[in-house]
């Protein structure tokens, strides 16, 4: 089992920053496909950022050149720096941890953590 807790979220100014954490337990060895997808309401659930290997990161184009994804290893943490924010990016954060079995996959999720960003 794997279980991941997000904290960090709130709300912020048109322009502003937040940074969002996800500390990871369990049944994990590292924090390679560990992502953070968010969804706004009516809306689908969306990437907003990959760490795929030690040295590989995949954004979603809308928030490319503002948000960064990095971890801690060791910790087992990932962390979303969220720079130049837009009232488009209000949704729930959602930490993500995808674990393989061969070409099967388990997704794991944390519980969400709300941004909103006001204009």
């Known amino acids: 089992q794997v279980q991941l807790v997000e904290s960090g979220g709130g709300l912020v100014q048109a322009g502003g920053s937040l940074r969002l954490s996800c500390a990871a337990s369990g049944n994990i060895f590292s924090i390679d496909d560990m992502a953070w997808y968010r969804q706004a309401p009516g809306k689908q659930r969306e990437l907003v950022a990959a760490?795929?290997?030690?040295?590989?990161?995949n954004y979603g184009d809308s928030v490319k050149g503002r948000f960064t994804i990095s971890g801690d290893n060791a910790n087992k943490k990932v962390y979303l720096q969220m720079n130049s924010l837009k009232p488009e990016d209000t949704a729930v954060y959602y930490c993500?941890?995808?674990?393989?079995?061969?070409?099967?996959?388990?997704?794991?999720w944390g519980q969400g953590t709300q941004v909103t960003v006001s204009s």
């Open positions: 993500n941890k995808r674990i393989w079995h061969g070409v099967r996959f388990d997704d794991y």
């Open positions: 760490i795929t290997s030690a040295s590989s990161r």
